[in-house]
């Protein structure tokens, strides 16, 4: 059974950074593409940023573009989000997926989830 387990989260003050963590198990990691999503109280859930297996390819929501990065060890079965000038509106669960091969921007096109991980931006 696949499972993803994030990491990382916490209060950080608006305009720090922080490093959120997505460690895999029971799938072979380095075939899957990665995903990070997240979900604000009372919104739907949103996709931030994704990263191809290869690592050849990332794609960023444009609330993300330039001030996050994704990256991915694929020796470690990890993928990482790299969050830099954070912002109030930023605060949400962030969740961590995957999906064979193909990056993908749309939550119904991930099968496995991980549970997230809290983060909150003290104005």
């Known amino acids: 059974q696949v499972q993803l387990v994030e990491s990382g989260g916490g209060t950080v003050p608006a305009g720090g950074s922080l490093r959120l963590s997505c460690a895999a198990s029971?799938?072979?990691?380095?075939?899957?593409?990665m995903g990070w999503f997240r979900q604000a109280p009372g919104k739907k859930r949103e996709f931030v940023a994704a990263i191809s297996w290869v690592s050849t390819t990332t794609n960023y929501a444009d609330s993300g573009k330039g001030r996050f990065i994704v990256s991915r060890e694929n020796a470690k079965n990890t993928v990482n989000l790299r969050m830099s000038t954070v912002k109030t509106e930023d605060a949400a669960v962030y969740y961590c997926a995957a999906r064979h091969l193909a990056v993908a921007t749309a939550e119904k096109q991930y099968p496995y989830w991980g549970r997230g991980t809290q983060v909150t931006v003290a104005a």
């Open positions: 029971e799938l072979v990691f380095g075939t899957y593409a």
